[in-house]
């Protein structure tokens, strides 16, 4: 087959691909996790049964590649705000400030659905890097004298991300940026 029909293929079965996840991702905010079905999502996107069979099995794998690929954005997001600030200690707030504001997001997902999403081996792949993000953005500032070197940064990443966890039942985006100042206050050299 010629190559521009093979990349015609591929981008047409991307397209499908991504309207499936969108499209399940809607109904099951709006519905529920345990209402949607496979008719559902494929009348939803404008397909066949058969065709939507071809792409995945079930609602569930269709609901764990939607997260895995809501988690890459979001690691991706993380990884360009660390690249925009200046220096250190700006760079190590902007990432804390991103992701408190990403938790704090997502406080409303439905509990079935946060559950059965958050297990898998790309979540602890994703905690993973996002927790060496953020200790190699510690030690970056400790080095510079932004913040205290006497703590493992590892130790101080695994302080951030669990102090920062607490976004999810804050009011307000102010609230949130508080945190992330509480957190950091944690972070900078004592006395």
Known sequence: MPKLWNETIEAHRREVREAILDTTAALVAEHGLRAVTMSQI???T???RATLYKYFSDVEAILG??????????????SQVRDEAADPGARLEAVLTAYALMTSSRAGHDADVAAYLHHGPHVAHAH???HRLISDL????????DLRADTDPGE?????LHALSAARSLPSEA?????????????RNPG
Not at 69 to 75: E, N, S, T
Not at 138 to 145: R, T
């Open 46 to 48: 404008g397909i066949g």
């Open 65 to 78: 590649a939607w997260h895995e690929r809501q988690v890459g954005h979001h690691l991706h997001q993380l």
């Open 156 to 160: 101080l990443a695994t302080y951030c």
């Open 138 to 145: 510690i030690a970056e500032a400790a080095v510079s004298g």
């Open 175 to 187: 609230a949130v940026r508080r945190l992330v100042q509480f957190t950091l206050a944690g972070l």
């Open 42 to 44: 494929a009348e939803g």
């Open 128 to 130: 993973e890097h996002l």
